[in-house]
């Protein structure tokens, strides 16, 4: 999808993050009739736990897709690729069973590379990979690859990389457990998001220009938790801005201290904790934080305590609908970026790749 605002500082990332309906058709329709979609499904055993391992956005990819394994029935969780190298026994126990996905968007991540081979080699466990590159060394330390070639970027920061992986995820979830609705609702959510890309990013853009902030923070639970902890990495990148992520609900319990008008909270709110998240919000407002809401569906009272809201209106279920929350973080952090002056496509400190050399 094209707009007119994609020009100067920013537009490869803005191309990319409006390009996203249209990637996630195609990667999908790829994915679907690959046969190394086919050998990842072979790899699922019963009984066995889904270990989905990534760095920085991949690591929130990784905890957004083990959310939706688990509401598709099979057990998953997510663990940082360090984490997995240094203390190994906090996450494989011996005689458990275990199916590794690692997660890298240039397939070339070290940690992603050495837990793989490490998995591979020492554990003797087949992995599956999911990247956006050719021929790079994760492809060589893995069983089998996942690779959606069609979502790679020219920016710095993961953006349709994110989305699209997340969503082939959760077809190889749906494809494992045969849940042929899920399926459908995954290949459903392009057509149903295109259009709001045409009406909420020039709202969005103005919001984002008429005020600075000292704090982001971003809230929510269950499914989206994972999406707001993206949204605020996307926050930090794009802007160089101070970007936190809380549980919702955990935000009462110490957090809140920092709320006042300098405070922009993002509340994600998803339906079944809808009730505590809008009360959590009116307490939040009444406090004088600046608040901005996305949500399916938003009720009168979270539109009238929130300054700005993303309203989505998807007919897919709950779970289904994850990638389409990512989005207004990722746009918001390359707004509130252009109106520091900064270029997003190159945030400060930040390379694409992050490659260690031997030893470190």
């Not at 080699?121 to 330390?141: F, M, V, W, Y």
Request: charged letters at 20%.
């Amino acid at each position: 999808m094209k707009s007119v605002e994609i020009t100067g500082q920013g537009e490869h990332t803005l191309s990319e993050i409006f390009s996203q309906p249209q990637c996630w058709t195609t990667v999908l329709s790829r994915l679907a009739d690959s046969p190394e979609l086919h050998s990842a499904v072979q790899l699922a055993r019963a009984g066995a736990e889904w270990i989905f391992v990534g760095c920085g956005t991949s690591y929130y990819l990784a905890q957004a897709a083990a959310s939706s394994f688990n509401y598709l029935q099979l057990p998953a969780r997510a663990v940082p690729a360090s984490d997995l190298l240094m203390y190994p026994a906090l996450t494989l126990q011996p005689g458990r069973d275990y199916i590794p996905v690692v997660i890298s968007r240039s397939g070339r991540t070290s940690e992603a590379v050495r837990a793989a081979q490490m998995l591979e080699r020492e554990h003797n466990t087949r992995t599956i990979a999911i990247t956006c590159a050719d021929g790079q060394p994760l492809e060589a330390s893995c069983t089998v690859v996942l690779k959606l070639l069609d979502a790679d970027e020219k920016s710095t920061v993961m953006t349709r990389s994110f989305t699209s992986m997340l969503l082939g995820l959760q077809y190889l979830g749906a494809s494992v457990t045969g849940n042929q609705d899920f399926r459908q609702a995954l290949l459903e959510l392009p057509q149903q998001v295109a259009p709001l890309l045409q009406d909420i990013p020039p709202r969005l853009r103005l919001f984002a220009a008429s005020r600075s902030y000292s704090d982001f923070v971003f809230l929510a639970q269950g499914p989206l938790f994972g999406i707001a902890s993206e949204c605020m990495l996307k926050v930090t990148e794009s802007s160089c801005s101070y970007s936190q992520v809380f549980h919702s609900l955990e935000f009462r319990h110490g957090p809140k201290s920092i709320v006042g008008p300098e405070t922009l909270l993002t509340f994600l709110i998803s339906e079944t904790s809808s009730d505590a998240e809008v009360e959590l919000l009116e307490e939040m407002k009444e406090l004088g934080a600046t608040t901005m809401v996305i949500a399916n569906r938003i009720p009168d009272r979270a539109q009238q305590a929130s300054d700005f809201a993303v309203e989505l209106g998807l007919n897919s279920p709950e779970y289904a609908r994850a990638a389409a929350f990512t989005i207004w973080g990722q746009l918001y952090g390359v707004y509130y970026g252009l109106k520091k002056g900064l270029n997003p496509d190159s945030p400060r400190n930040l390379t694409r790749v992050v490659e260690l050399a031997e030893g470190r």
